[in-house]
């Protein structure tokens, strides 16, 4: 992977030391900071696929399936089977016969019935919905793949529990229809498997958190199901029954009884990841991501279950672990060393655009990120208030996390202390996510300005100026910045005085006299209005580089441009 970021800015180490782009990178990708690797992480992937490049894709998997897998390491569902396979006659093989040239002619259609080794019944309903003994499958299966397996009574024997088998692998699959997506970061964020966050819940009415349950705790539920039946609880979003887990056992289960001890960190760390889909169902084949030429691929996967067993025993480690993050390192350079996500070009324009608006404000921001919470990477930008605000990506590229704190110095803690503004934006479905975020940073940064039309971040310019004198006073935990994110979100009595006079801030314990103070600029009102002019500039230039094509954007910035003070009809005029 090249270590260039898309806008030029960093010569190292991709997005992760530019803040635009690792700003930008899920509203571009749909992929987390933490899904896009840092240079480094894919030597050992790169090491492990290098003996197979120039060989086919189905060459290649075998050579892999062989190297990686251990089969004590697999969950018992996954591994192959010991000693004599299960009676499966020859009229059983020619069902699935018939029903894979049925697959070949009409697609998926349903069916009254398939038989599996083992005695259960695989159905097609009439809605494409996959079931097995009557329960409902989560996902997809690979339903051409699969019939051509079956159609052979003496190849049955490669799996212990077919019926377990093909749970697990409903859990892990997700349908794609590469075709007809022309945005991936929409289609991972609605198939992701996500951290729980505000902004993705308007995915779709129909939406619940049980959708984002982690495959293997998905495949749980399943065996909890056919286990128990009706008697079967109602698992949590995170929870699992812990002798199933220990009944199967492998790496993933040791990890996961790790986890699962203590549920409330288990909650904490799993629902801040978001962990995309590597493993799809196209034309009722098997396939795995990759990126090919810039974007995600499908790429067919051989039908042979030991390729398919060591690609879902990956898909059920916990995030974040060593075979998780494998997975995500074969999307990245399964194809080639050198793959490298390439933006759309009107993406890789609004990446360019929030640059010049980030590089105009000058030491009012930056191009390097700032590190909050020790994980994610944000834009920082210091309003007209005196107020520092920090942007971070959320999984709706049209939405950013903003925080507000008092000084520079808590840009790490910016989460645990900053004050979150709720920010909607008006943007359409078609304006990039860069001129979104640009949008954004030009409001912050007036924020006196723009306050009138943000009635979150007028409430806490309104908290903020009860606090005379703020700027004098220290922010070391526990201060008066804590107590006004505490009136912030659970509101101050109208009544409460805050205003402190000179004296009073002299005597308070708060108070810090370590600055020059006379020498600090307070944003004056020539400041203020220099800033929009900077504003206006920075608009009134990207409007001039518009066509024709893009009307919706142009109107967009219209709209800012007349918030900063801009006569529309003056520059209409000079064009």
């Not at 260039?4 to 991709?14: E, K, M, V």
């Not at 698992?235 to 996961?256: K, S």
């Not at 699962?260 to 034309?283: C, S, W, Y």
């Not at 840009?411 to 920010?423: K, M, N, S, T």
């Amino acid at each position: 992977m090249p270590n260039l970021c898309w806008c030029g800015h960093a010569t190292s180490n991709f997005i992760h030391d530019c803040a635009v782009c690792s700003l930008t990178a899920r509203g571009i990708t749909g992929l987390s900071q933490q899904n896009i690797p840092q240079t480094g992480d894919l030597a050992e992937m790169k090491a492990i696929l290098r003996p197979g490049r120039g060989l086919t894709h189905e060459q290649r998997l075998m050579m892999l399936a062989e190297a990686e897998t251990i089969d004590s390491e697999l969950p018992r569902a996954l591994r192959s089977r010991r000693g004599q396979p299960p009676y499966f006659s020859e009229a059983a093989a020619e069902q699935w016969r018939q029903y894979g040239r049925i697959l070949n002619l009409h697609g998926i259609t349903s069916n009254g019935g398939l038989p599996l080794p083992g005695g259960s019944i695989l159905k097609v309903g009439a809605d494409s919905k996959i079931s097995i003994d009557d329960i409902t499958l989560p996902g997809p299966l690979p339903m051409r793949d699969i019939a051509l397996w079956m159609s052979n009574p003496a190849r049955v024997g490669s799996v212990v529990n077919w019926k377990h088998f093909l749970f697990a692998m409903s859990c892990c699959l997700r349908d794609c229809h590469p075709e007809t997506i022309d945005n991936w970061a929409e289609w991972y964020r609605h198939n992701a498997w996500h951290g729980v966050e505000p902004h993705m819940m308007g995915i779709s009415d129909n939406f619940s958190v049980r959708h984002l349950m982690h495959p293997f705790l998905r495949f749980l539920t399943l065996l909890e199901r056919d286990k128990l039946g009706g008697d079967a609880p109602l698992r949590e979003l995170i929870d699992g029954n812990i002798e199933l887990i220990e009944e199967q056992g492998g790496r993933a289960a040791e990890t996961w009884l790790e986890i699962l001890e203590d549920r409330q960190a288990a909650i904490v760390t799993l629902l801040g990841h978001f962990i995309t889909p590597k493993l799809v169902v196209v034309n009722e084949r098997f396939c795995l991501l990759a990126l090919v030429d810039g974007k995600p691929t499908p790429i067919p996967v051989m039908v042979e279950p030991r390729v398919w067993r060591l690609l879902m025993a990956w898909t059920f480690e916990p995030p974040g672990t060593e075979h998780s993050e494998k997975l995500n390192d074969l999307f990245w350079c399964w194809n080639s060393e050198d793959e490298f996500w390439v933006p759309t070009s009107s993406q890789r324009n609004s990446v360019l655009f929030l640059k010049k608006t980030v590089e105009t404000l000058g030491e009012h921001s930056s191009m390097e990120p700032v590190r909050v919470d020790s994980t994610k990477l944000g834009l920082r930008v210091k309003g007209a208030s005196g107020l520092h605000y920090v942007l971070l990506a959320t999984a709706d590229p049209k939405k950013f996390l903003v925080n507000a704190i008092p000084h520079e110095s808590m840009f790490e803690d910016a989460i645990e202390r900053g004050v979150q503004i709720c920010i909607d934006s008006q943007a359409g479905h078609d304006i990039p996510t860069g001129d979104v975020a640009a949008s954004y940073l030009l409001a912050l940064h007036n924020d006196l300005e723009s306050q009138t039309g943000i009635i979150t971040l007028h409430h806490l310019l309104d908290l903020l100026s009860k606090h005379k004198g703020w700027q004098k006073r220290r922010v070391e935990a526990p201060c008066w910045w804590d107590h006004l994110v505490d009136d912030y979100v659970h509101g101050v009595p109208d009544d409460e005085e805050l205003l402190m006079d000179e004296d009073e801030i002299e005597e308070d314990e708060y108070y810090e006299e370590d600055y020059d103070w006379d020498n600090i600029d307070f944003e004056r009102e020539e400041v203020v209005e220099h800033n929009r002019e900077i504003t206006r500039n920075v608009l009134e230039e990207n409007l001039r580089e518009l066509d024709e094509s893009e009307e919706h954007l142009r109107q967009a910035i219209e709209r800012l441009f007349e918030r900063f003070g801009g006569d529309l009809q003056a520059l209409e005029e000079a064009r």
